[in-house]
């Protein structure tokens, strides 16, 4: 089976704005599972594109923070707990659900002089690692994070 990528974009966008997204989504996931050593396991992420209502409400409801934020991450499994993480032979490997405002996106991309393009990059690298186990709560994980998205954004571009 491989890697799983469902992707499911706000429906006011045009067709070839949401293809782009779908690819565009489906390549960076794919790239970061392989650099991270999990290419060659039966894996699934979701990807939710949205805009800056859809993503507040979610902020709001499970980090209790109002108003927007440029990406979102679900993971399914507990890497804190004694949770037992162990995949089932046959059945794919469910990593979490990926969350990116397309609004915030293209505004943090005008302001930093990048592509929207590569900020939907940058957020899609960010949430997989999230989903994967990385985050940015200590500054000694965030380092290790930043380190591990610098690497991979490197590769991206090459």
Request: avoid cysteine.
């Given at each position: 089976m491989g890697v799983v990528v469902d992707t499911i974009v706000n429906p006011e966008l045009d067709r070839e704005e949401e293809g782009f997204l779908r690819n565009l989504a489906r390549r960076v996931v794919k790239l970061v599972l392989e650099l991270e050593g999990r290419s060659d396991e039966d894996t699934e992420v979701s990807v939710l594109f949205t805009d800056d209502a859809f993503i507040?409400?979610?902020?709001?409801?499970y980090r209790g923070v109002e108003g927007p934020t440029d990406v979102l991450a679900f993971p399914m499994?507990?890497?804190?707990?004694?949770?037992?993480?162990?995949?089932i032979d046959g059945i794919p490997d469910m990593l979490g659900d990926i969350v990116i405002s397309l609004e915030t996106a293209k505004r943090q991309a005008?302001?930093?002089?990048k592509s929207?393009?590569?900020e939907i990059e940058l957020l899609l690298v960010h949430g997989t690692l999230h989903l994967l186990g990385y985050d940015h709560d200590e500054p000694d994980r965030e380092a290790?994070?930043?380190?591990?998205?610098?690497r991979i954004l490197k590769a991206l571009s090459s």
């Open positions: 507040a409400d979610l902020n709001q409801q499994m507990d890497f804190e707990s004694e949770v037992d993480n162990t995949k005008e302001a930093q002089n929207p393009r590569q290790i994070m930043w380190r591990e998205q610098e």
